[in-house]
């Protein structure tokens, strides 16, 4: 739990944006590395509907459905730079596999959705399908300049390649496209902040790094490999799948106030009457004497500090949100305050010392050493959610569950490996990649009962940044 001051910020950004900012940092900043984090739903989603699967002969990809196999999915394991922690799990733990077959499914039935919907069609989302095919194609060439002895980008793209680039004819107008693309998709948080030369030039710098990357990689080949062609499969799919989230299924799928309100009274555990409850129970224990750490100790939701006995140590004003800075320096030393309400829970406080401390200007700053014991009213280190936000979170989650069961019911054309191969050999992933991946798998097409609550951080809805807030 945190309550110090800072910037309370989760940075939802759009899959589009996402491409952009990846595009920009991913060769510069490593030429080889590419990390992919996987959400989890709960149990009660996962069995909202009852899952049936079948089996199917691999077919013939098209260009609506898709047809992934056994050694596609190693592939496309080896390609997006799962780390060695998570090839593990999936070698180990049979279910981890089912999920991650399951959330690429979803994933992929959501994409053709979407080009249902006509959303590759328009203007921005091409822009964003050919720097995607770029970014692969620019990725693999990096990759396979590593192992041939590249150990820096200048190996890979030269600074003079990246100055003749950039200085053809049409470069600077598919340039300034890149980079509108680009300022229009920043996190909301940055949409304000501007351009300055300098970063703009790096910004082109590194877009041309990542095309003359990919031209040499269609030189050498690599966009006519297989590998290249299911990872791009992958990305195109989910930059497609978060477009529908963002535009289409976000809004289906939005929680109304009466909804809201019937969930409430549905669900009273939601309320905080339990908890505040709970905190008058501790703070009565306190007033008759007992020990204050060790009912922090016992009962605190701040894991920051519960094993300190709730020690905040020294703050001013200005660290502390205000409900709390208030009742805080409100209290003489040794003395205990009442039930205080904020954003994280009902806090308790007990403060032990004051003083006067100079600030960095030299001006002396009242600083008090206080303690406390928060009784929390949502999941202890999550973002701070009200009665109504969380039924909102579960109501949308609901509805999201039964438009993808939808979508899944009507998308039998999504063949993927029922199982797959962790960590493959590399004479394995050649002949994979030379092969097209022909050999003959268990499937599983995507049936008319198979569903799930929602397409996971494997593609559709990637979030991104983090989440600071006030704490002590």
């Not at 009902?346 to 014991?373: C, F, T, W």
């Amino acid at each position: 739990m945190s309550l110090k001051k800072g910037t309370d910020r989760i940075l939802k950004l759009t899959t589009r944006a996402i491409l952009a900012l990846a595009l920009l940092s991913t060769l510069s900043a490593s030429l080889f590395a590419q990390k992919t984090q996987r959400g989890r739903g709960t149990t009660a989603a996962r069995t909202q509907a009852a899952r049936t699967q079948r089996s199917a002969p691999p077919v013939a990809a098209t260009q609506k459905g898709v047809n992934l196999s056994s050694l596609d999915l190693s592939l496309l394991i080896e390609e997006l730079g799962v780390p060695p922690q998570a090839r593990a799990q999936f070698a180990s733990n049979e279910e981890s596999r089912k999920e991650f077959v399951r959330d690429l499914r979803e994933m992929f039935a959501v994409a053709e959705e979407a080009r249902a919907a006509g959303l590759a069609d328009r203007a921005a989302t091409k822009l964003q399908l050919g720097l995607s095919r770029s970014f692969v194609v620019a990725r693999r060439y990096s990759k396979m300049r590593q192992q041939a002895g590249a150990a820096s980008p200048e190996q890979v793209a030269s600074k003079e390649e990246i100055a003749a680039f950039v200085k053809e004819p049409g470069q600077e107008q598919k340039f300034q496209e890149f980079l509108q693309d680009y300022l229009k998709n920043r996190p909301q948080s940055e949409q304000g902040n501007t351009l300055t030369d300098e970063g703009r030039e790096g910004l082109r710098q590194q877009w041309a790094t990542i095309m003359v990357s990919a031209r040499k990689g269609e030189a050498a080949g690599l966009d006519k490999e297989h590998a290249t062609e299911v990872v791009l499969k992958y990305q195109h799919a989910r930059l497609l799948a978060g477009a529908y989230f963002n535009e289409v299924l976000n809004a289906r799928t939005k929680a109304t106030e009466a909804e809201i309100d019937t969930y409430l009274a549905a669900h009273p555990e939601l309320g905080t009457t339990q908890s505040k409850a709970k905190a008058e129970e501790v703070l009565a224990k306190l007033r008759a004497g007992g020990d204050f750490a060790a009912l922090a100790k016992e009962h605190s939701g701040d894991p920051s500090n519960k094993d300190q006995g709730g020690d905040l140590g020294w703050f001013g004003r200005g660290m502390m949100v205000k409900p709390f800075e208030d009742a805080a320096f409100a209290l003489k030393p040794g003395e205990l305050s009442g039930i205080v309400e904020t954003q994280f829970g009902y806090h308790i406080i007990k403060l032990d010392e004051r003083r006067m401390q100079d600030s960095p200007n030299g001006q002396p700053v009242e600083q008090v050493h206080a303690r406390h014991i928060l009784i929390s009213t949502g999941t202890p280190g999550a973002r701070p959610q009200s009665p109504r936000e969380k039924a909102s979170s579960a109501i949308e989650e609901e509805k999201r569950g039964k438009v993808i069961a939808e979508i899944m019911n009507r998308r039998g054309d999504i063949v993927v490996a029922e199982d797959f191969d962790a960590n493959p050999t590399p004479e394995t992933l050649k002949a994979a990649n030379a092969q097209g991946a022909t050999a003959t798998t268990t499937s599983v097409r995507t049936p008319a009962a198979a569903t799930s609550t929602e397409v996971k951080a494997t593609g559709t809805r990637t979030r991104a940044g983090s989440s600071r807030r006030k704490r002590p």
